[in-house]
């Protein structure tokens, strides 16, 4: 049985399908072939209570969020902010990479939204500056990652639903590895412009660094407010996520006013889609 799933689900992924449909496809052969009596109304009631525990309201609020920012101004604040420190160094612009990932993950928790809002406009910079297309692609995706690590990982939450661990234990668990990965993906990205002799970008002044610090201070208050409201046992995992909607909202639209009322049905609707395919995958 497990042979017969496994060859399923690696067709359809060679096929090109995304991963819901081999997932589904494979379980659902599975049980008609090997379990015939089986009803296919069970096989759709456990997939429900699947996705039924009222923890997993985090994981919507927690991508519209992320949403929220993406279309805002916090992704460059948080990227203005690391270039500043980060960007003069041997290695510049890949380190700010890793660095502004880590950042918008700890805000986001979605490697999708973190991919869309540093990836969208570091890569067009990383390649004039002279890094190759395959190694700044290759980057921003993998350093988008750490988001899948530190809190407030939405891997996270659906892993601690799922094996029934303490969401905030795993968050807790998770900063020591993301921030190890975030040393050896900055490690490696200075070998790599040495030894592709990238040039050096100029080095910014104490007075740009302020600068950028207090125009990202609003935004670094997302980690604050989640891990802060979680260890301090003010707020559960639910209710972070819903003061995360809360403060994405009142950052974009009342302070920067870069996120209009207009564009939240484009905002829900995004949000829905990543939704969905999360969901799919836990039932």
């Not at 067709?11 to 449909?21: H, K």
């Not at 988001?147 to 661990?165: E, N, R, T, W």
Request: glycine share 10%.
């Amino acid at each position: 049985m497990a042979l017969t799933i496994l060859l399923i689900m690696l067709g359809l992924m060679l096929s090109g399908f995304p991963m819901m449909v081999p997932m589904l496809v494979a379980t659902f052969v599975g049980f008609f072939v090997y379990f015939p009596s089986l009803k296919p109304d069970i096989i759709v009631q456990q997939m429900v209570s699947g996705i039924s525990p009222v923890a997993l309201i985090t994981v919507p609020m927690f991508i519209l969020a992320a949403d929220i920012v993406t279309r805002g101004r916090t992704a460059n604040r948080l990227l203005d902010l690391a270039m500043t420190f980060f960007g003069h160094l041997r290695g510049g612009l890949a380190v700010t990479a890793s660095v502004a990932c880590t950042l918008f993950g700890a805000i986001s928790g979605s490697t999708q939204a973190t991919v869309v809002a540093v990836g969208g406009p570091l890569r067009p910079r990383m390649l004039q500056a002279g890094y190759d297309d395959k190694f700044t692609i290759a980057l921003l995706i993998n350093a988008a990652d750490i988001a899948f690590l530190i809190p407030p990982s939405i891997g996270m939450i659906v892993f601690g639903i799922v094996g029934k661990a303490s969401i905030a234990e795993l968050f807790l668990a998770g900063i020591g590895p993301g921030l190890l990965i975030l040393l050896l993906f900055s490690a490696y990205a200075v070998w790599y412009a040495w030894r592709h002799d990238i040039p050096l970008l100029p080095r910014t002044s104490w007075r740009e660094r302020f600068v950028a610090m207090r125009k990202a201070s609003l935004a670094m208050m997302f980690p604050v407010l989640i891990i802060g409201g979680l260890y301090g046992g003010y707020f559960s995992p639910t209710e972070v996520a819903a003061i995360a909607v809360l403060y994405a909202f009142i950052l974009e639209v009342l302070i920067h006013r870069a996120v209009k009322l207009s564009d939240f049905p484009a905002i829900a609707y995004s949000t829905g889609l990543i939704t969905g395919i999360v969901f799919i995958l836990v039932g």
